[in-house]
């Protein structure tokens, strides 16, 4: 978000500028409340340089054990070594989100550089969420319909994960080709994935917000929310309560991730998106979706450091089809 500066020194944010003209016609820029913005230089770079260290080491250790144990492992490792895939590219781009905002958001790495990394940020995001899904979808498939779940082949797993990815890079490729995704700031700065036009809200990225966010979002999320009560109910009944509970415990941990890192992101984009699209004006909400907005796009970044625990409790001795379950008459 940026700032301009007016001949009294207040800094003023461009959403402010923006929407000023809505809330308060014939009224002075001047009069418009401030939003408080300095917070967010610290904020991204104390918690971006964090995933970066620990995101680096743990998912590169990921990538190594979950290689080692492929060959011995259940087919559905391959959405672990994906997910753990689309996490190293997440950490590798952080570098330049780091120098970007110690720089106070000033991009200096060039308009190609902004389209790629800042892609490859939000892309991320999306993958994690349907790898995610992809590991629900194959859970409740071992564990209520045991005898189809064994005639699936590591082809398939293989064939789902290179779909994904075509799918993302295609949107990837789609965002990079589609024009210049830097703009100019005040203060002559260059700012990547930020501060545009309201026109580019209501066209450009209007198309890119509505499908992120229903088929990125919504309908995964509605999927992880529907498959794991079925789930747990089915490894509650089992009697061994050593793998039961790690069981659980991965249940918890793919809801817990969802609910602290995507969903309050997603809610706060949403509203952003319906702030900067001039459809909510309402000063003092603005305001605080500014400042929840900016503190939630910091956070979704720690999935990258969560989703290894879930690879450590999957692989320690938690594997679906070593669960002593038995069919249902009907599945």
Known sequence: MAYSFYPTGYPYTSTEIMANVSWTEGVSNRTAVMLEADF?????????????????????????????KARHASPSYVYMINL?????????VLPFRIHYHLNRNNWIFGDMACRITGTLYYINIYL??????????????????????IQIRVTHYAMVAAILWVVALSIMVALIHGGPLHTKGPRNTTMCFENFARSSWISRMALYNILA???????????????????????????????????????????????????????????HFLMRSQVIQNKSFTTLIYKMRRV????????CCLNPFLYYFTSSKFITHELPITRKPHA
Request: proline share 3%; with cysteine.
């Open 128 to 149: 994690s969420i349907v790898f995610f899904t992809c590991i629900c979808v194959d859970r409740y498939i071992a564990v209520l319909h045991p005898f189809t779940y």
């Open 213 to 271: 966010l229903v088929f990125g979002f919504v309908i995964p999320f509605s999927i992880i929310l529907i498959c794991y009560p079925l789930i747990a109910r089915r490894i509650s009944q089992i009697k061994h309560s050593i793998r039961k509970k790690k069981a659980l415990t991965t249940i918890y941990i793919i809801l817990l991730i969802c609910t602290f890192c995507f969903l309050p992101y997603h809610l706060t984009h949403f509203l």
């Open 296 to 303: 939630t796009l910091a956070l979704v970044s720690f999935n």
């Open 84 to 92: 753990a895939l689309a996490d190293t590219l997440f950490v590798c």
């Open 40 to 68: 967010q230089y610290s904020l991204f770079t104390i918690i971006y340089s964090i995933v970066f260290v620990l995101g680096l080491i743990e998912n590169i250790s990921a990538l190594y054990l979950l290689s080692k």
